[in-house]
């Protein structure tokens, strides 16, 4: 738990006690009342300010506690990212090459010639683990392509440029070459995320992502199971019409909003809107099914298997 989930608990925690501790005071003022019947205007004036105060003290506290409660609460359905298209995801992979570059290029040529001890003890000759990252980005920029994402190869380079980063991060901050580090960080960063991940790489993750061509057959796929479960409705004598009417009109809306995602992720062009729509209808006509289990589903089920691809596709949760 973080610092501000355990100091919401705490105040979570005391505001039923100090609720309690103002009930307590107001009881005992109702029972010095009861004992002391008649006062004067000014002491009824006090006795009944101080009972709005405690009032409205209450209130606050109820609310504090509602806020604070939904302040805690992860948030439903919380935006993603933005998925990029593969133009802008190759424009990623360059910036980091030129970065290295430019890191590698300011660092002093003795440390380049030399061989580092790392934590574990392992000496390792710099100029060699400089070659291997320059390999490495390169064979990356070579391979991603609009049929291959590269996804191994890019868990290599965050890999390694994350074992880079860790004794970044121990050398003098006057090193050469250590402002070009800290910029590399951020095009790793965003390269990173582009593949579901973080950087510095988390231990056991694995980076990944779906290019445009593949998320566009999942939007298309769907639009074509969907077009064949609407066939199933037709065909389906138990339905009455205007259940069976009202279904298909939804279903033709879920087709609609499919072609529209494959078209926009084709063009390179975001979607993640269109997918937001999409699933809110995908949604819907699930309502409709789990009302109706004589309907046929198989189609259904190719639906939803499509549109789970497509949610992974742009990072957002099934």
Avoid: C
Wanted: glycine fraction near 6%; charge should be positive.
């Amino acid at each position: 738990m973080g610092p501000i989930g355990a100091f919401l608990d705490r105040l979570l925690a005391i505001i039923p006690q100090a609720i309690g501790l103002r009930e307590h005071s107001e009881g005992a003022n109702r029972q010095a009342e009861m004992k002391t019947p008649f006062k004067t205007a000014k002491e009824q004036a006090m006795t009944s300010t101080r009972s709005q105060s405690i009032a409205a003290a209450r209130a606050q506290s109820i609310v504090l506690a509602g806020a604070l409660s939904l302040w805690s609460m992860p948030a439903f359905g919380q935006a993603a990212p933005e998925r990029l298209s593969d133009k802008d995801v190759k424009a990623q992979i360059e910036q980091v090459d030129v970065g290295r570059d430019k890191f590698e290029g300011n660092l002093d040529g003795a440390f380049k010639a030399s061989t580092v001890r790392g934590s574990s003890g392992v000496e390792t000759k710099v100029a060699g683990a400089l070659q291997d990252y320059q390999d490495n980005t390169q064979k990356l920029k070579d391979r991603f392509t609009p049929d291959y994402s590269a996804s191994a190869e890019v868990a290599t380079v965050l890999k390694q440029s994350t074992a880079i980063d860790a004794f970044m991060q121990g050398a003098p901050s006057a090193m050469k070459g250590r402002s070009e580090w800290d910029r590399q960080t951020t095009n790793l960063k965003a390269l990173a995320q582009s593949y579901g991940t973080a950087f510095p790489l988390p231990d056991g993750a694995t980076p990944h992502r779906v290019n445009d061509k593949e998320t566009a057959a999942h939007a298309s796929a769907i639009a074509t199971s969907a077009d064949r479960f609407k066939s199933d409705l037709d065909k389906d004598k138990i339905l009455p019409k205007p259940e069976k009417d009202a279904a298909k009109k939804d279903v033709e809306m879920l087709i609609k909003q499919a072609d529209a995602v494959k078209s926009r992720t084709s063009d390179g062009k975001p979607a993640t809107g269109e997918v937001r729509q999409l699933a809110e209808q995908v949604a819907k006509v699930q309502t409709f099914v789990d009302a109706h289990p004589s309907a046929a589903v198989t189609n259904w089920q190719s639906v939803q298997t499509s549109f789970a691809k497509l949610q992974q596709a742009f990072g957002l949760r099934p």
